[in-house]
């Protein structure tokens, strides 16, 4: 009787062990699967993403190019924190030519504050800046104050003089060019002080809280190239130059707002070729004085040069710039 009880207490046992030990081996394995970190098992964690790359800029670095010509200068202002860096002459002179038509219009509009233009004023602005348009830019200098009538380049231009005391300039002065004597374009400037009118331009203070986002936006609408057929005696195609050097991944974050000026008219042989581009976040300015043999394009190609050469990161290589300059002047 005795064995066959405790043959009995054995089974019951056995059995009760059993089903204690499936919900026990289940969930074992239940954490095994799910990577928990159960008894033999292995367990995994996901890395995690790469942070995306800063979209590309213009920053501050090394600029090379073979330039065959007399003067050659660039600046690039850094509209976060305020700093200017560029050639070892950023502070040397030339003449602004077109280039100055954006501050002209910018002082004009600015002191008629809420006000409205005439609809031809308004348009001759417009042309001034799109078109590069002389006749149109010189009726807008006339409205904003402006004036010819100094016989000497010590004289003040008080269009010029605002650009100086609103925009901060240290290097810039009033032109002479023999019979030209108190031109708009003939003012002296520096990449230096050209950088930093962009930056006058985009950050309001040229062109007042009214205006300022319509200058911009029709200095992104500069229009023609650098072709025989969009080249005037009093205006031109400007869109070109710092333009064609910046990457897609650049142009394609916001318009660039540009003003180019160039001439060959001086009578000392050379081009004078400026070019400027600003964004939210940079203003870069490149000044040249080159052989007329040489061409505007290779000016054009100067100044795009420059500009691929400051993109960062870097997409790829910078634009090659023209050795060789060919004919005789």
């Known amino acids: ?27 074992r394995l239940a954490s095994d699967d799910s990577g ?9 964690v996901a890395a995690p993403a790469p942070a995306p790359p800063p979209p590309p800029t213009l920053a501050a670095g090394p600029v090379s190019v073979s330039f065959k010509g007399q003067f050659f200068s660039w600046a690039l202002l850094d509209r976060k924190t305020g700093k200017i860096s560029g050639s070892p002459n950023m502070t040397a002179t030339s003449s602004t030519e077109s280039m100055i038509k954006a501050w002209i219009v910018s002082d004009y509009l600015r002191q008629l504050g809420n006000k409205e233009p005439s609809a031809a004023m308004k348009e001759m602005a417009r042309l001034a800046i799109v078109d590069s348009n002389d006749g149109a830019a010189n009726k807008v200098y006339a409205a904003a104050g402006g004036s010819y009538k100094a016989s000497s380049s010590s004289i003040p231009d008080p269009v010029i003089q605002r650009a100086i005391k609103i925009c901060g300039l240290t290097d810039t002065k009033r032109g002479n060019v023999k019979q030209y004597t108190g031109f708009w374009s003939f003012t002296r400037m520096s990449p230096r002080d050209a950088v930093r009118v962009g930056d006058c331009i985009a950050d309001g203070k040229a062109a007042g809280q009214k205006w300022t986002k319509w200058v911009l936006d029709q200095m992104s609408k500069v229009r ?58 940079w203003s870069l300015a490149v000044m040249l004085r080159y052989p007329i043999r040489t061409g505007l394009d290779y000016g054009a190609k100067v100044c795009a040069s420059v500009a691929t050469q400051l993109v960062t990161p870097q997409p790829g290589a910078a634009l090659k710039v023209p050795q060789q300059p060919v004919g005789k002047l």
């Open 224 to 281: 023609g190239t650098t072709a025989a057929k969009d080249q005037r005696p009093s205006s031109g195609g400007g869109r070109w130059g710092i333009i064609d050097g910046l990457p897609k991944a650049i142009t394609a974050q916001g318009p660039v707002s540009i003003k180019n000026g160039w001439t060959p008219i001086y009578g000392d042989g050379n081009w004078h070729v400026n070019c400027l581009a600003v964004t939210g976040k």
């Open 1 to 27: 009787m005795r064995s066959r009880v405790t043959l009995v207490l054995a089974i019951t046992a056995v059995v009760l062990g059993g089903v204690l030990l499936v919900p026990t081996a289940y969930a």
């Open 36 to 44: 928990g970190g159960g008894g033999g098992g292995t367990s995994s």
